[in-house]
């Protein structure tokens, strides 16, 4: 075989260029501390390290959801069990209610831990009301305008609050039976001192509702078994700024992007809201409609989540909301604009309070703790103090009769709402204790995913990080092997007979 | 008397003879390192004796040609790897461009963006009216579309580049197949003058081995030393003295085509089956153009999942959510945008299920993330990754056969050099030969003239 000059130099080249390219390629390694430094080093473990450093992150994420799930419950529990001791406090007030002369006192002891009560309840987790439901923007409780009926009353149906209160100072109105009998036939007095002077009797109207002044009405229902009884007295304390108990409907709120320019406002024909729950209805504009002021809508019954049947309106007619037996709620649009001013997807929506005073709703609000899987983690003031949730009793309302009661020697009132009491301990407890459940599962996932991150971990540094004993040794053996080359290169210049020619 | 004058001219020759062989020896040395230069030999022969009488030995010495060591079998193999080898390097250079682009290793690329931008819908999920977690969203949303308009947009540019090099390799193809015709021309004009071509025949093969680095081609030499180059389909591009020019075509999605400069409406890309172009147009027509398909895939999956979800929540304003990407357009994901109205003002990011606010329409577009989406195989995470480990895979098979190719030209050159290459060892020690051949010429010109002395001092 002829070895030429340039198959000399050739081979020389190309495996010096092998050595040092080992080499370097090492270097890297060892000063990245990556077998990976590139995807064609190991292309399935670089689709596994990215596969691995989803899962990691996805775990980090669900784990600070989980703190996030954790901390709201955890507050939620604080202020549950606060309130649980408080409404303790107020039974015994009851309890303790031995003698005329303490009673006044009690009366204002229970006074204090309903506000206490009141400021736990509409507690916020930063700038969010805990016991809200989904609204939590919404003040969830407010001070409670309640009609107290005496508990010697023979009328058994339901009474009301309604209108706004105007008045600015606290006040204590009294709505006594003249003359027994059914609605638009009974006749009362009214007291707006505390019961020291009286109105003129008048007739109880058909609609049950009798005004009492600064914009406040009460309205007796006829659910009842027993009509109105004369000497029926109902006290009602009017704090101002406080929240009526009647069933109500905000003004209709249109969504700020809508190019409906003209007004929605409840129609004269509403009926009052008799829904059992707070709801949020949705009106949504699904095009332009057929006709120069004419558009199709549909409607939603829960804040816009599902849809019934699309609908043609033209304006200045009414939409029904809810057809329901009893709900009846009708929008009325007016145009301010031009003539065919619906857009696809405009919105108004307006919120529906069932009777009570709770101005959140009963939504829930979860995070996600898995794949799939999903974690609730608020307590609704719905479930916890209304008479919507577990033991059927309205919190407030039962320490405004207390107070009320206590205030006018009422005791068999006294004892009645004692009871009642109990039942929304008990069903705080409850929740504190759910609560409590549903946090320890959050904390068995949150080990779970420090176990599997652990192990992912292990899985992505076998897959890309080095195995330093190794590549020193590696690195150790391709330096030598560099350093060959580089004699030789030195030696081979030297293989040649002009080294022997003189 | 003639027999010694005979005897000077037979040294007369040798003297030649051997300073031929030495300019020959000269010449080999001297190009000992150049590159497709073929050693040389001076073939020496005796000369015949002409009309001798009685018992006269007089036969001298004449170089007869100075020959090209060469390997014509070798030569072809060699043309045809060029081909391979200008294939196999330019798919092993683009893709380690393609590969730095899509380099995830330190991480802050496309994955971990996507990942951060499920995380910023979870993280709104849990404080849906949160100010903080909305500008977030909105800013990894951001960041996401960037970098998708980035990894596109440098793909992109990566195949204008690739289409820059096809006109360049086209016109640098032009040039050669010109020289080699013109090459052609003097060769049989200098075959026939009897003239020595060999520096014209290196040049011709080194413009053969070029020409095949670029295209893969086929050739044929003919009787009076032309050679006849054809692509591999048949096509003529050099016949003779004749060659033809190929062009390029603008097509309508702005790219090159290649054309024969005769018929430019008729494109050959097809053709090409090797070289430097069949490269070029493979990796700027089909894998560079595959990795923009996925990624306009999955920018499309992700803007119409994410859109779709955001279209039916609400935002904190009691509008529905709408679209949150502007949808793909003919660009794809070069141009993939958070629409302005978000970036504007990240509450109208619509986290909410309900008018109110309970996050759960954030929640159901964090859970895009584990949706398998993508040929109902893979999420998107997935199929990204899998994408990642494609190029690499892609790379790592490019790199091991431009490896391979490289090697087998490696061998194919040892074996030309066994052949035509120059050895200086061997050259030196025809140097010694041709200079003990100069001195005996001499010494027997010497003796020559000596007798001739004796016999002019006999008279």
Avoid: C
Avoid at chain 2, 428 to 457: G, H, N, P, T
Wanted: proline share 2%; glycine share 12%.
């Amino acid at each position: 075989m002829r070895i030429t000059e340039n198959m000399r130099y050739g081979s020389l080249i190309d495996s010096l260029g092998r050595a040092q390219g080992n080499y370097s390629s090492l270097m890297e390694q060892m000063a990245s501390q990556k077998k990976i430094n590139r995807p064609s080093d190991d292309p399935v473990g670089t689709t596994r390290v990215l596969d691995f450093r989803g899962v990691r992150d996805s775990i980090a994420q669900y784990g600070r959801n989980i703190e996030n799930a954790d901390a709201w419950l955890q507050l939620s529990e604080t202020k549950l069990e606060n309130i649980g001791d408080l409404i303790g406090q107020a039974r015994e007030a009851g309890i303790n209610n031995q003698s005329s002369e303490t009673a006044q006192v009690l009366a204002q002891n229970v006074g204090s831990l309903l506000e206490e009560i009141l400021s736990l309840a509409n507690s916020k987790f930063g700038e969010r009301y805990l016991f809200a439901g989904s609204r939590t923007d919404q003040v969830p409780f407010g001070r409670i305008i309640l009609p107290v009926a005496h508990s010697a009353n023979g009328f058994d149906g339901s009474v009301y609050s309604g209108g706004t209160y105007t008045g600015t100072t606290d006040k204590t109105y009294s709505v006594r039976i003249a003359a027994g009998g059914a609605l638009g036939a009974a006749t009362y007095e009214m007291s707006d001192d505390g019961g020291t002077t009286w109105s003129a009797a008048a007739t109880v109207p058909v609609s049950g509702s009798v005004t009492l002044g600064d914009g406040l009405t009460v309205r007796f229902g006829d659910d009842g078994t027993t009509n109105l009884t004369a000497g029926d007295l109902f006290t009602v304390n009017a704090y101002a700024g406080g929240r009526t108990t009647d069933a109500r409907v905000d003004a209709p709120q249109a969504a700020a992007n809508n190019t409906f320019a003209g007004t929605a406002a409840l129609d004269v024909s509403s009926g009052t809201y008799g829904g059992d729950r707070n709801r949020t209805y949705v009106v949504k504009f699904v095009n332009g409609g057929g006709a120069v002021g004419e558009a199709d809508y549909s409607v939603s019954m829960d804040g816009g989540q599902t849809w019934g049947a699309v609908q043609t309106a033209s304006w200045g007619s009414t939409i029904t909301v809810d057809g329901t037996a009893g709900h009846e709620q009708v929008l009325r649009f007016t145009a301010s604009g031009p003539a065919d001013g619906f857009a696809e997807n405009d919105l108004v929506y307006l919120n529906a309070y069932a009777a009570g005073v709770y101005g959140g709703n009963g939504e829930d609000l979860s995070v996600a703790t898995g794949r799939g899987s999903r974690m609730v983690y608020n307590v609704t003031g719905e479930e916890a103090f209304t008479d919507r949730g577990r033991g059927a009793v309205d919190l407030f309302a039962a320490l405004e009769s207390l107070k009320t009661a206590l205030e006018q020697g009422d005791r068999e009132g006294v004892i009645a709402q004692i009871d009642r009491l109990t039942t929304v301990q008990d069903g705080i407890r409850q929740y504190v204790a759910e609560s409590g459940a549903r946090r320890s599962s959050l904390e068995i996932t949150r080990d779970n995913y420090q176990v599997l991150d652990d192990k992912v971990a292990g899985l992505m540094s076998a897959t890309e990080d080095v195995d330093l004993e190794r590549l020193i040794v590696e690195f150790k053996m391709k330096e030598t092997a560099l350093q060959a080359s580089y004699a030789m290169s030195v030696q081979i210049g030297r293989m040649s007979i002009l080294e022997y020619l003189t | 008397m003639s027999g010694i004058y005979q005897i000077l001219n037979t040294a007369k020759e040798g003297l030649r003879a051997a300073q031929v062989g030495m300019a020959v020896t000269g010449s080999n040395v001297t190009n000992a390192h150049t590159p497709g230069y073929v050693r040389q030999r001076a073939v020496m022969a005796a000369t015949s004796p002409g009309e001798t009488a009685g018992n006269d030995v007089q036969t001298g010495v004449e170089v007869t040609t100075v020959e090209r060591l060469y390997d014509r079998f070798i030569e072809i193999q060699m043309v045809e790897q060029s081909s391979q080898v200008g294939e196999a390097s330019i798919r092993k250079e683009t893709l380690e461009r393609i590969e730095t682009i899509f380099n995830e290793t330190d991480g802050g690329g496309l994955s971990e963006l996507m990942n951060r931008f499920w995380q910023a819908w979870e993280d709104l999920s849990a404080n849906p009216t949160g100010q903080v977690e909305r500008t977030a969203l909105a800013n990894a949303a951001d960041n996401l579309a960037g970098m998708f308009r980035e990894y596109a947009g440098e793909l992109h540019a990566i195949r204008a580049d690739l289409n820059t090099q096809v006109g360049a390799a086209v016109s640098e193809l032009n040039g050669a197949l010109v020289d080699i015709a013109t090459l052609n021309a003097k060769i049989v004009e200098g075959t026939s003058g009897g003239v020595n071509v060999n520096t014209l025949l290196d040049q011709r093969s080194a413009l053969l081995n070029k020409t095949a680095g670029l295209i893969d081609i086929q050739y044929v030499e003919e009787r009076g030393g032309a050679v006849n180059v054809f692509t591999s389909d048949g096509r003529a591009l050099v016949q003779g003295i004749a060659s033809w020019q190929l062009d390029v075509q603008v097509r309508s999605d702005g790219y090159y085509d290649v054309v024969y400069a005769d018929s430019p409406t008729v494109p050959v890309n097809g053709a090409i089956g090797g070289g430097k172009l069949a490269g070029l147009i493979g990796m700027r027509d089909t894998t560079a153009q595959g990795y923009v398909d996925d990624l306009d895939d999955l920018a499309g999956a992700l803007i119409s999942a994410v859109n779709a979800r955001h279209a039916s929540g609400y935002d904190p304003y009691g509008n529905t959510g709408g679209t949150f990407f502007e949808p793909l357009g003919a660009t794809g994901a070069r141009d993939m945008e958070v629409i302005a109205a978000v970036l504007n003002d990240p509450n109208r990011i619509a986290a909410s299920a309900t008018v109110n606010a309970d996050g759960d329409n954030a929640r159901s577009i964090a859970a895009v993330r584990d949706q398998i989406l993508m040929g109902g195989v893979a999420t998107l995470g997935e199929f990204y990754a899998s994408l990642v480990g494609q190029i690499g895979q892609d790379v790592t098979e490019a790199a091991r056969r431009d490896a391979h190719e490289t090697s087998v030209m490696t061998q194919m050159n040892n074996t030309w050099e066994q052949t035509s290459g120059v050895s200086i060892d061997e050259e030196m020690m025809s140097l010694i030969k041709y200079q003990m051949s100069y001195s005996a010429a001499a010494k027997l010109a010497q003796a020559a003239d000596e007798i001739l002395q004796s016999l002019l001092e006999l008279t």
